[in-house]
């Protein structure tokens, strides 16, 4: 009834700029390691290739040597790398890496517990589904849940917790149907009765602690502790009210309507009857008569 979402694993984003950043860093201080090695052996050749070689041995600049302004302008750009690498960008000693790596342990940390925090939320609501859905495939009894129900045209049920109309036909097609079966029900549904019908046993469902209920009545507080209640039962009914239905409608194997052919201003709905999922297989058209106010219809479709 519930599908389960399947987490992909990713790298945090913050987690991965702080990967990313290491590896610059670490590129940065290579770079400028291979710049003072570069440094020295070319110092060394210009003061050989002058000394020794003699090349621009006369030329000099203010009395000195050529090849002495050459090192202290290349020195100059290996102290500005210098100060990049190591102030411009700030340095990476012990102390920053062992403050990008507690950085990282924080976030890993954070979003540990935000997925605990996401899957506590969710464990109730899949354990409550797997359960259901196990004693459904263990069920060898071959149970068909079927609900009942009479709406009009804009799929009004009931207002202020009342029938709007009465078809006596109707009611001898429910109690027929019914007979000698669980009937699932809400408890306003419940309570609507001037007392429980007989020859049937009556699953209430409410979320109020200790409901009292006459005897027999069977008390849950779940559409599914309800199935499971009925499990015995070859073909338990949902007979209401709309919030039960709206529940009952994804799970359901059949659905007998009565269609009552008119509109009614009403505070209870049935859902939309999604003609993809259900086929009618039955359809039976009843005329107005002495009995009845209201044509209606009665039809049956099974999931496809």
């Not at 290739?49 to 050529?66: M, P, Q, R, S, Y």
């Not at 709206?246 to 009857?273: C, G, S, W």
Request: aromatic share 10%; no cysteine.
């Amino acid at each position: 009834m519930f599908g389960k979402k399947k987490n992909t694993p990713q790298i945090d984003k913050e987690q991965l700029e702080l990967i990313q950043n290491a590896q610059r860093r670490i590129k940065q201080k290579k770079r400028l390691f291979a710049h003072f090695a570069m440094f020295l052996i070319g110092a060394l050749f210009l003061i050989l290739a002058n000394t020794v070689l003699g090349i621009g041995k006369d030329f000099k600049i203010a009395g000195i040597e050529w090849f002495v302004f050459a090192i202290l302008v290349w020195l100059f750009f290996l102290l500005y790398h210098t100060f990049n690498v190591f102030v411009t960008h700030k340095f990476m000693g012990k102390s920053w890496e062992q403050q990008q790596l507690d950085k990282l342990v924080s976030l890993q940390k954070a979003r540990i517990e935000k997925i605990k925090s996401e899957l506590k939320k969710e464990a109730p609501v899949i354990a409550e589904s797997e359960v259901y859905n196990e004693t459904k495939s263990s069920d060898t009894t071959g149970s068909e849940l079927t609900i009942i129900v009479a709406a009009a045209e804009n799929n009004a049920i009931g207002k202020d917790n009342k029938l709007i109309w009465h078809l006596s036909n109707d009611l001898k097609r429910f109690k027929s149907l019914t007979n000698g079966h669980h009937i699932i029900m809400g408890r306003k549904t419940f309570e609507s009765f001037p007392k429980p019908l007989p020859n049937r046993t009556h699953v209430v469902i409410t979320r109020q602690v200790d409901y009292k209920a006459p005897k027999g009545v069977i008390i849950v507080n779940s559409l599914e502790a309800a199935i499971d209640a009925s499990k015995n039962d070859s073909q338990p009914f949902i007979i209401g009210g709309g919030q039960i239905y709206e529940q009952a409608m994804m799970i359901a194997n059949k659905i007998e309507l009565t269609r009552v052919h008119e509109t009614f201003e009403a505070d209870a709905f049935f859902p939309e009857i999604d003609l993809n999922i259900w086929q009618e297989i039955d359809n039976e058209f009843h005329k107005k008569d002495a009995n009845h106010d209201h044509e209606f219809s009665f039809i049956t479709y099974i999931r496809k």
